[in-house]
């Protein structure tokens, strides 16, 4: 794992996957997340603290380049992973919000998880549940008030999500067994695994239309 001096900062440096360390406490920060910004991290530097983008301090430590935009390929604002980001340019970004906009009507799929009924939905921002449906069609969630969401033909990308969440708590579960086989933890990951297998055969039942 290469920690990289971040530049203007010597007391931190940053990896590719986008874990900020303190050479200060020596050990990563905990970074604060921003539900329409993304995460940030609070910087010290001759006494004046700074607020910095995870993103851009990940893209601007490793390719030293310096753009007037960083966005995210998936489009999840949480991933600051090195190879998901992208340099871009404010005229760029505003295009892809107008884009954003247009498509915010786009029907969405609604499975009930205790029934495993589909139905087709439209939101609209001014809706009480916009905020937590929109959060789940974007995959910041994998369920929301008992049900999934995602939009017509992106059942494979929930699927995907999924399958990616059971391969990590696989991996947490090892670790932990190996450190502590008598964790109380143990049981709460298997738990979480044993839901993520039961949402997988439920959305394999969901016509693919759907």
């Known amino acids: 794992m290469e920690i990289r ?42 006494g004046i603290k700074f607020c910095k983008y995870i993103r851009r301090l990940v893209f601007e430590t490793f390719t030293e380049d310096i753009p007037e935009c960083v ?46 009924k589909a139905d087709i939905i439209t939101i609209r921002r001014k809706d009480n549940d916009y905020s937590r449906i929109n959060q789940a069609v974007h995959r ?14 992106e059942k494979d990308k929930l699927v995907a999500e999924i399958k990616a969440r059971i391969h990590s708590d696989k991996l947490s579960l090892e670790s932990l067994s190996m450190r502590d086989k008598y964790s109380p933890y143990i049981r709460i990951i298997k738990k979480h695994i044993k839901n993520h297998q039961k949402y997988l055969e439920i959305l394999e039942g969901i016509e693919e239309y759907a």
């Open 140 to 153: 910041r969630a994998v369920t929301s008030g008992g049900c999934f969401y995602y939009y017509i033909g």
């Open 71 to 116: 966005i995210h390929k998936d489009g999840n604002i949480f991933n600051d992973k090195l190879e998901n980001l992208k340099s871009s340019s404010f005229s760029e970004v505003a295009i892809t919000m107008l884009k954003k906009r247009k498509y915010s009507n786009r029907k969405i799929c609604r499975v009930n998880i205790a029934t495993k």
């Open 5 to 46: 001096q971040i530049p203007d900062y010597p007391n931190y440096g940053v990896t590719r996957d986008g874990r900020v360390w303190s050479y200060n406490i020596n050990k990563f920060m905990k970074p604060y997340s921003r539900p329409k910004h993304g995460n940030v991290i609070y910087l010290w530097n001759d």
